[in-house]
């Protein structure tokens, strides 16, 4: 409590420096952002500045932050999209002195070499190079990286979190808006996000699920884990060599085709998210790298597993029939489904709606992505969404990330790429394969068990109902299933008497026999 209260001091402290009141203009309590003052930086800018000042959990709250334009005033996200994640190593000393403590034993019983100096820092944790001792069955010693979490970030997180909690709920009180805006339930699911990122044992089984998942593809790589070198605070992975996504100018000295390098990258992301419901929701140029050995069919290498994100089956499928509806331009659909997800009021006016969507659509079709960008879209389609009271879907925001991700990306690998012909055959053929008769065979399969025990009570249920026949819905059925009963009664008669007959016929041509004997 006293170190909250004390964070919840020097959070004050910064927020007035940087006249962060002016977010809630006259709203803003005085006795926290203090008086106004006029400053020469954009309110953006200073928030950004007083982020990155808090230190590395606000710049990653402040990362999440940067996919919900939906929370902020016009200009912020774009502003918070540039904090980077950059913070000074921690000595090597000390990053092996906490793997001996997590394995409980000497480093060179791990590793045949562990180089002091890391190769990256994060706010969570930096990695190392090594080399493991021969395996069994191998004669060589495997190149790893090993990734450690830094000194006492379990205290860290759990102190700025509580903190997040409480400007959430000073949030709830002082704007008016925040209802619609669920503070809460955003600073929940971040400590969800975050909290999974602390667990590198966690980790290490979503990189195993992503590399089972596209095992023999060529598309994209995911390297190999071992876990019986890897805990909760120490991760150990095979290393990898490729060229980072970003640096343009290797790729294009390795003669890469940038065209199916960005068309790649798009299939990979839709395919994730529907295909696998299972996606990277990380993909930052710092965790991307290319495979160059085919350069005319380059093939990704992903990094960092901290963070991945599912979707419900309602909400997977409510997306993918959006996707699909916006590139058609079936904007009545689009309100539709917002309506019928429970994203919107059920009382939304439908019409209103429809025009609204298309108002912010129609102008981004038949352009290259160099010319839109579907994050600036999506921020309209928020501002618009607002005035209809959209609820905030926490549980999409790694969703909208992940897309921003990719769109950069794209934009800077091939800015001609159609981003819409490369995601369409995809949602078909994923609508396709949920709609066919294998996988409503696979969904019966796997439900029938509970359907079975369930039975008694619906058919008790159907039973009343059709008893007391309420409805003339109800009374027609009841007069159909008396039908039928009575059809079967009679199938029953002819059937009895068939077999009696048959049976007189069999004795018939025994007794024949018989006597022919």
Excluded at 29 to 47: E, K
Excluded at 186 to 194: D, L, N, P
Aim: glycine share 6%; aromatic share 8%.
């Amino acid at each position: 409590m006293f170190a909250t209260t004390r964070r919840l001091l020097e959070i004050r402290r910064v927020v007035r420096a940087y006249g962060l009141g002016e977010l809630l203009g006259e709203r803003a309590p005085r006795w926290l952002f203090g008086r106004p003052q006029s400053h020469a930086q954009p309110i953006g800018v200073r928030l950004r500045e007083a982020l990155q000042e808090l230190g590395p959990i606000f710049v990653k709250f402040g990362q999440t932050l940067s996919t919900r334009g939906d929370l902020l005033p016009p200009g912020l996200a774009e502003e918070l999209s540039l904090l980077q994640d950059d913070v000074p190593p921690f000595p090597g000393e000390q990053a092996r002195e906490l793997i001996e403590q997590a394995y409980g034993r000497r480093i060179e019983d791990v590793f045949a070499a562990f180089d002091d100096e890391p190769l990256a820092a994060a706010s969570i944790a930096q990695v190392h190079a090594a080399r493991l001792h021969v395996l069994p069955g191998e004669d060589t010693e495997r190149e790893v990286v090993v990734k450690v979490l830094r000194p006492n970030v379990h205290q860290l997180v759990a102190r700025d979190v509580a903190v997040l909690y409480r400007l959430a709920r000073l949030a709830r009180r002082f704007v008016p808006e925040a209802a619609r805006l669920r503070p809460l339930a955003v600073v929940a699911e971040y400590e969800r996000i975050i909290t999974d990122e602390l667990d590198l044992l966690r980790e290490g089984g979503n990189a195993n699920q992503l590399r089972r998942n596209w095992a023999g593809s060529d598309l994209i790589y995911h390297p190999e884990v071992f876990f019986d070198a890897t805990c909760e605070s120490v991760l150990v992975m095979e290393r990898i060599d490729g060229i980072a996504i970003d640096d343009i100018d290797a790729l294009h000295a390795a003669g890469v085709n940038f065209k199916v390098l960005a068309e790649r990258g798009v299939k990979i992301f839709f395919s994730e998210v529907f295909r696998d419901n299972f996606f990277h929701a990380d993909m930052h140029p710092g965790n991307i790298f290319v495979d160059v050995t085919h350069p005319e069919r380059p093939r990704y290498l992903g990094v960092d597993f901290g963070i991945v994100g599912t979707l419900s089956a309602h909400d997977q499928r409510y997306l993918a029939e959006n996707f699909l509806a916006f590139f058609n331009r079936d904007y009545r659909r689009i309100a539709e489904l917002h309506i019928e997800s429970g994203w919107m009021p059920a009382d939304t006016r439908l019409e209103d709606f429809e025009g609204a969507i298309r108002t912010v659509s129609e102008p981004i079709f038949n352009k290259p992505l160099a010319e839109i960008s579907f994050g600036v879209f999506m921020l309209r389609l928020f501002r618009v969404a607002q005035r209809y009271n959209y609820r905030i879907q926490p549980q999409l925001a790694l969703l909208q990330k992940t897309i921003l991700n990719i769109e950069g990306l794209g934009r800077d690998l091939y800015p001609q790429l159609d981003l819409w012909a490369t995601a369409v055959p995809v949602l078909e053929e994923w609508l396709r394969r949920r709609a066919s008769p294998q996988r409503a065979a696979e969904r019966l399969r796997s439900q029938l068990p509970q359907i079975m025990d369930s039975l008694p009570e619906i058919s008790a249920n159907l039973l009343q109902r059709l008893e007391e026949g309420h409805t003339p819905a109800d009374r027609q059925l009841q007069q159909n299933l008396a039908e039928i009963r009575a059809e079967l009664v009679r199938t029953r008669r002819t059937q009895q008497w068939t077999l009696i007959g048959a049976a007189l016929a069999v004795i018939a041509t025994w007794v024949v026999l018989f006597l022919a004997a």
